[in-house]
């Protein structure tokens, strides 16, 4: 699995994907990294780190999970599957 085009996938709209928690079981979920499709009171407040950003970098994928209403991340190797949900028509 591309960690870019997960990412690309992610800006441009929501996704659907399903992947492995630490404690094992399996998650589906929605999510996205869109501003317009974020609620402008759970935007990202500031940086990361330089340490934060050298393991998002390589291995992590944070995102806004639409159906929790908060952020989430998660390594890119848990990931099964992830599909484009349909943009919708205004």
Same mark, same amino acid.
């Given at each position: 699995?591309?960690?870019?085009?997960?990412?690309?996938?992610?800006?441009?709209?929501?996704?659907? &994907?399903? &992947?492995?928690?630490?404690?094992?079981?399996?998650?589906?979920?929605?999510?996205?990294?869109?501003?317009?499709?974020?609620?402008?009171?759970?935007?990202?407040?500031?940086?990361?780190?330089?340490?934060?950003?050298?393991?998002?970098?390589?291995?992590?994928?944070? &995102?806004?999970?639409?159906?929790?209403?908060?952020?989430?991340?998660?390594?890119?190797?848990?990931?099964?599957?992830?599909?484009?949900?349909?943009?919708?028509?205004?």
């Amino acid at each position: 699995m591309n960690i870019e085009d997960l990412r690309n996938a992610l800006n441009e709209g929501v996704v659907l &994907f399903k &992947f492995k928690k630490k404690d094992g079981s399996e998650r589906e979920a929605r999510g996205t990294t869109n501003d317009l499709l974020i609620p402008a009171g759970d935007m990202p407040k500031g940086a990361r780190t330089p340490e934060q950003q050298a393991k998002y970098d390589s291995a992590t994928v944070a &995102f806004y999970d639409i159906n929790a209403k908060g952020w989430r991340s998660m390594c890119i190797d848990t990931i099964w599957s992830y599909t484009r949900q349909p943009k919708k028509l205004s």
